[in-house]
């Protein structure tokens, strides 16, 4: 600032700029600051590759299990009212949004089938919510109504307690089941499809829990291969999201790293 010139619009000349020095480190620890980050960035590629291969497999699982042609004569085609119960989410006007109250959960909140919890992402209201609308753990949170047709039918499964009330907007639904398969059959291509028939047509992309509830998808009868059909996605999901959360910290060491070297 001791070299700026100008009154209204301080600024530096680039005469003035040549003769400012700056502490760089030596060829030889450039060299083990590139190796870093060098590091570094291939790691992050690398994960990235796999978190790729792990989603392909992830999609390729569920399609293989729920989207077949013919299925074997112990299973049963079922429908999501056989398999839970439907509740449309909390109506409430712009007046009753408070900075401190009752947490919201709206479409925004649901990112790669998973709840995002971010503060600057949670709405609060002063309104009370229905003991049937207070999210439960293992409740899956579906977008109902948006403007984009690709986010329609979207979910993610509530699948952590936060000891405070929360439930969901009113474009959006809970869908409460009775059975642990329930959450993986809204990522079958099915599901997919029926969504797709039911909003192709139509102006607003809005969906109705009753519509939704005759969906029908076939599960197995027998409690074992259920439990194992369980254990196998559950474990691919938790490869998926372990993997995904690496990424994100080893992106924020970079970050971090940079930061402190040259600011």
Sequence with gaps: MKRCTGTSYPAINSNDLKTIKIKIPSNNEQKKIASVFSYLD????LMEKTLMLVKKYQNETIKNIFDKQNYPDDWKKVSLNDLGTFYRGLSYNKEEV??????????NNIKENQLDFSSDELQYVSKDIKPELMLQKKDIVICMNNGSKKLVGKS?????????????????????????????LFRTETYKRNIYYIIAGSNINNLKNSEMGMFNFYIPTDKEEENKLFSLLTNIDKKYYLLEKEIVLNKQLKKSLLSKMFC
């Design 42 to 45: 291939q790691k992050i590629e």
């Design 98 to 107: 408070v900075e401190k109250g009752n947490i919201v959960l709206r479409s």
């Design 156 to 184: 993610a499964e509530y699948n952590i307690i936060i000891n405070e009330p929360i439930t969901v907007g009113a474009f959006c639904s809970i869908f409460r089941p009775n059975n642990k398969l329930s959450k993986f």
